[in-house]
C-alpha cells in the first residue's frame, strides 16, 4: 500500500501480533511511532513482563487474535504455533507476514 492510500484512510490498520519474543516486543515498539498501523492483538503464551505494553492487548486464542486483525504478523519461535496462526489466519482470508526463520526454513504443516 503507498502512503497516499493510508493517509486517506479512515482508522489505521489492525495488525495482530503472533508472540512476544524479540521481534514481536520490537515490532509493538516500533508501532508506538506510526499512525497508520495499531496492535489489535497480541497472541502470548505471557500474561505480564513487558513493559510499556498495554495488557488488554493479549491473548492465548489465535481466533480472537485473527477476528481482531486485518493482517497478521507471526513473530513466534515456536514451529507448531506459528503454524496455528498462520493456518488460522489464511483460513480467514487475511493476510500473513512471517517475520521469524522458523516458518521460511520449515515444511511443518498445521496438524501434522
Not at 21 to 33: A, N, R, T, V
Not at 42 to 66: A, I, M, N
Request: proline share 4%; with cysteine.
Amino acid at each position: 500500500m503507498n502512503s497516499k492510500f493510508l493517509q486517506n484512510s479512515v482508522s489505521p490498520i489492525r495488525v495482530g501480533i503472533g508472540g512476544t519474543g524479540f521481534i514481536g516486543s520490537g515490532l509493538l515498539g516500533l508501532m508506538e511511532f506510526r499512525e497508520d498501523f495499531v496492535a489489535s492483538k497480541v497472541f502470548t503464551r505471557r500474561k505480564s513482563g513487558l513493559p510499556k505494553v498495554d495488557e488488554s492487548l493479549f491473548t492465548s486464542s489465535v481466533e480472537e487474535l485473527v477476528e481482531s486483525s486485518d493482517i497478521v504478523m507471526e513473530c513466534s519461535g515456536d514451529i507448531s504455533r506459528a503454524a496455528e496462526v498462520v493456518d488460522a489466519a489464511f483460513a480467514a482470508g487475511k493476510p500473513v507476514v512471517p517475520m521469524g526463520a522458523v516458518l521460511v526454513d520449515s515444511d511443518v504443516r498445521p496438524g501434522g
